[in-house]
């Protein structure tokens, strides 16, 4: 089972029926809202809206465990996160599409983490694996995250963008920054430099935390701006949400066409994570 975590209303595609929005307890808290129960074709869709709907949490409090527990507990082994960034590399313009192959973590108060040691919280589910296993006997697991988004996800991304006729970047380096403030030009040169593509504020720890879980994980960013110091003009929330909603139409038949070409089974390592994993 699929879910797709990102704005209000990506559920309202047409030939996606909602079936009921369902409200999930996790020993993490609360998510950031219900979680819309859909149907596509033979395919059940889960989404959540990421900052809740009418933009509630600003991406530092963001309850990001509770999300991608929640996702666990109604069956989800597939995340697609759907997310707004700005451009740092001069390539990549405004209503570009970038399905990102790497990032670099800049964030600085957010838990990573769902294995915290003798802090671990247990488990409120009856899966038998390694994720049990490990948070009910309290162990400490470190993840590999050399390549941190599963590549047939990528794979399946990057044909839904190429059939839709999509502007679109295959590979791209995410930044994740910490907000809600906006990057300094400072920041941005110093980006640039590093050779990172995007940047945004809540990539991670979805990405990781999802890992943890052995959920394969996908994402695709829209570039609504382009980063301080490589815009002339000052930057606004304003201008972000403009584009979104430029793109909205669009990034919505994207999402059908990766549902069309998502295969049933997946021949990657993604599900291997947590072995050896643990200490």
Same mark, same amino acid.
């Given at each position: 089972?699929?879910? %797709?975590?990102?704005?209000?209303?990506?559920?309202? %595609?047409?030939?996606?029926?909602?079936? !009921?929005?369902?409200?999930?307890?996790?020993?993490?808290?609360?998510?950031? @809202?219900?979680?819309?129960?859909?149907? *596509?074709?033979?395919? /059940?869709?889960?989404?959540?809206? +990421?900052?809740?709907?009418?933009?509630?949490?600003?991406?530092?409090?963001?309850?990001? +465990?509770?999300?991608?527990?929640?996702?666990?507990?109604? $069956?989800?082994?597939?995340?697609?996160?759907?997310?707004?960034?700005? $451009?740092?590399?001069?390539?990549?313009?405004?209503?570009?599409?970038?399905?990102?192959?790497?990032?670099? @973590?800049?964030?600085?108060?957010?838990?990573?983490?769902? *294995?915290?040691?003798? *802090?671990? /919280?247990?488990? @409120?589910?009856?899966?038998?694996?390694?994720?049990?296993?490990?948070?009910?006997?309290?162990?400490?697991?470190?993840?590999?995250?050399?390549?941190?988004?599963?590549? %047939?996800?990528? !794979?399946?991304?990057?044909?839904?963008?190429?059939?839709? $006729?999509?502007?679109?970047?295959?590979?791209?380096?995410?930044?994740?920054?910490? $907000?809600? +403030?906006?990057?300094?030009?400072?920041?941005? /040169?110093?980006?640039?430099?590093?050779?990172?593509?995007?940047?945004?504020?809540?990539?991670?720890?979805?990405?990781?935390?999802?890992? !943890?879980?052995?959920?394969?994980?996908?994402?695709?960013?829209?570039?609504?701006?382009?980063?301080?110091?490589?815009?002339?003009?000052?930057?606004?929330? @304003?201008?972000?949400?403009?584009?979104?909603?430029?793109?909205?139409?669009?990034? /919505?038949?994207?999402?059908?066409?990766?549902?069309?070409?998502?295969?049933?089974?997946?021949?990657?390592?993604?599900?291997?994570?947590?072995?050896?994993?643990? %200490?």
């Amino acid at each position: 089972m699929i879910g %797709i975590i990102g704005g209000s209303g990506l559920y309202n %595609i047409e030939g996606i029926k909602v079936l !009921e929005e369902v409200k999930v307890e996790t020993p993490f808290g609360e998510p950031s @809202d219900s979680y819309i129960v859909a149907e *596509y074709k033979d395919k /059940k869709v889960i989404f959540l809206p +990421r900052h809740g709907r009418g933009h509630k949490f600003p991406p530092h409090l963001i309850n990001f +465990r509770a999300n991608i527990w929640g996702f666990r507990k109604l $069956g989800v082994n597939r995340i697609l996160s759907v997310s707004a960034v700005g $451009g740092i590399n001069p390539n990549f313009n405004p209503g570009d599409f970038v399905i990102s192959d790497n990032f670099v @973590d800049f964030t600085k108060s957010r838990i990573q983490t769902f *294995y915290e040691g003798i *802090y671990s /919280k247990d488990s @409120d589910t009856n899966y038998q694996d390694e994720v049990e296993e490990y948070l009910n006997t309290k162990r400490v697991v470190h993840i590999d995250v050399t390549e941190p988004f599963c590549p %047939i996800m990528r !794979e399946s991304l990057i044909k839904a963008c190429r059939e839709n $006729g999509s502007k679109f970047h295959e590979k791209g380096v995410y930044v994740a920054t910490e $907000g809600p +403030r906006l990057e300094t030009k400072a920041e941005i /040169k110093m980006f640039s430099n590093m050779g990172f593509d995007i940047v945004g504020m809540t990539l991670v720890p979805e990405v990781v935390l999802a890992r !943890e879980l052995k959920i394969h994980f996908g994402s695709i960013s829209i570039v609504t701006n382009l980063a301080a110091g490589i815009s002339e003009n000052r930057l606004t929330s @304003d201008e972000v949400v403009e584009m979104m909603h430029k793109k909205n139409e669009e990034i /919505k038949q994207v999402i059908l066409k990766f549902l069309d070409i998502l295969p049933d089974n997946f021949n990657c390592q993604c599900e291997e994570v947590l072995k050896g994993a643990a %200490i």
